[in-house]
Nanobody, 124 residues
Framework: QVQLVETGGGLVQAGGSLRLSCVAS????????MGWFRQAPWKERDFVAA????????YYAVGAEGRFTISGHNDKDTMSLQMNSLKKEDTAVYYC?????????????????WGQGTQVTVSS
């Protein structure tokens, strides 16, 4: 089992920045992939970014590329998402996720473990 805890959400003005962090505990060494998803009210949970521990490849949603940067630290124990130039439409609950197999990273079904989520609110 892997436990994931997200921190770093909050309220920020449009154009501002936030840094989300996800700390993994338990059998984090068994994970191949970690990612961020977000879910706005009344919408589906959407892929934001992911990082593969096998080679360090990173993946981004179209709207995140160029504004968000995903990084991993400390031998799979911590993952961060630096979010710059935030827009009102980035407002959502952001979830950290981990996969126990090397999967295509864009779908929620690829991930076995999820955090509780952290709220990001961008005001205009």
């Amino acid at each position: 089992q892997v436990q994931l805890v997200e921190t770093g959400g909050g309220l920020v003005q449009a154009g501002g920045s936030l840094r989300l962090s996800c700390v993994a505990s338990g059998r984090s060494s068994d994970t191949y992939l970690m990612g961020w998803f977000r879910q706005a009210p009344w919408k589906e949970r959407d892929f934001v970014a992911a990082i593969s521990w096998t080679g360090g490849s990173t993946y981004y949603a179209v709207g995140a590329e160029g504004r968000f940067t995903i990084s991993g630290h400390n031998d799979k124990d911590t993952m961060s998402l630096q979010m710059n130039s935030l827009k009102k439409e980035d407002t959502a609950v952001y979830y950290c996720a981990a996969a126990s197999k090397d999967q295509i990273p864009y779908e929620t079904g690829a991930y076995d473990y999820w955090g509780q989520g952290t709220q990001v609110t961008v005001s205009s």
